[in-house]
């Protein structure tokens, strides 16, 4: 039997589930219970599989539901894309792009593109938001993001991945620093000193607190800034060390009284990557958006 359902049915399935009971679900779709047991039932019918175990305490999802709630969680967020896009056309804007990115890519790569884009783009907007790569690997995957830009082996199935940049994160001490002359180092032993670090909220942050809490440690953080050139700044005063990435630490190298010592851990050599989840649906401007990133980025510097 062909499976016929709609927008309502996919609503109520959805506020069903979110409150665990049928009752509630109804009353969130302004039903009556009566017409929402219905519509439950001849969905269930229609599709020839169970979505939901009914018992006495409310209502749970069975291995076909839940598989259900996920794809109707995308159709109802695709719906509410789509009508702020057409929102767009209403306020004179011709597109919107969503897109996230790591902390690498957020202070060195995007700032020389994005311009280039947007000034032969003007009736496009991008709405531009740093994360740590496996929320936005999740976040593309959903269909929440049109773009995002991942770096490290975070796992991309399912999405088409187009390499982008390499870069390495590395470790800066002033010249003075007891570690400045050595050539390589583990994390590890690093993590001894104290550390000049980027705020809480950024994504590199986080990525080197787990670093250091996989190795039963913490980072002794002296300070906290909000860029690459003032942790620099602050790593030149002796405040403490820090890792950033090479592009990063080499440019400021140039004019500050800094070192770099190369990181041994496997983590810090980062090849990032392009994220979507189909070049082909893509609107046109965001396709070439995602061409201009990869066919232009090797001339960041």
């Not at 004179?92 to 947007?118: D, Q, W, Y």
């Not at 000034?119 to 999740?138: G, Q």
């Not at 250091?212 to 005063?237: D, H, P, T, W, Y």
């Amino acid at each position: 039997m062909a499976a016929h359902f709609d927008l309502p049915d996919i609503r109520l399935f959805v506020n069903i589930a979110e409150a665990n009971s049928l009752t509630r679900g109804a009353e969130r779709s302004h039903m009556s219970l009566p017409a929402a047991s219905i519509r439950i039932k001849n969905l269930e019918e229609g599709l020839g599989v169970k979505l939901l175990y009914r018992t006495s305490q409310g209502v749970t999802l069975t291995p076909p539901g839940q598989a259900f709630m996920h794809h109707a969680r995308l159709v109802l967020q695709q719906l509410t894309d789509l009508r702020g896009d057409l929102a767009e056309y209403v306020n004179g804007s011709r597109g919107h792009v969503r897109m996230l990115a790591n902390t690498t890519s957020m202070a060195e790569f995007l700032p020389a593109l994005l311009p280039r884009f947007l000034a032969s783009h003007p009736d496009v907007n991008i709405d531009l938001k740093e994360r740590l790569s496996n929320d936005i690997v999740r976040a593309v995957s959903e269909g929440k993001v049109e773009i995002g830009i991942v770096a490290g082996n975070v796992r991309t199935e399912g999405l088409e991945a187009i390499p982008f940049r390499e870069d390495r994160l590395v470790l800066v001490t002033a010249e003075s620093h007891e570690l400045a002359g050595r050539g390589r180092i583990e994390f590890s032993e690093a993590l001894a000193h104290d550390f000049v670090g980027m705020l809480e909220a950024s994504a590199i942050h986080t990525f080197l607190a787990q670093a250091a809490n996989e190795l039963n440690q913490q980072i002794k953080i002296r300070i906290q800034v909000g860029n690459f050139e003032a942790a620099c700044r602050m790593i030149e005063s002796n405040v403490g060390i820090g890792v950033v990435p090479f592009s990063a630490a080499s440019r400021h190298a140039r004019s500050m009284r800094i070192k770099t010592v190369e990181l041994s851990d496997e983590w810090a050599v980062r090849k990032l990557q392009v994220c979507v989840r189909s070049m082909q649906s893509l609107p046109a401007f965001a396709r070439e958006l995602v061409e201009l990133l990869v066919a232009e980025a090797h001339e960041v510097v």
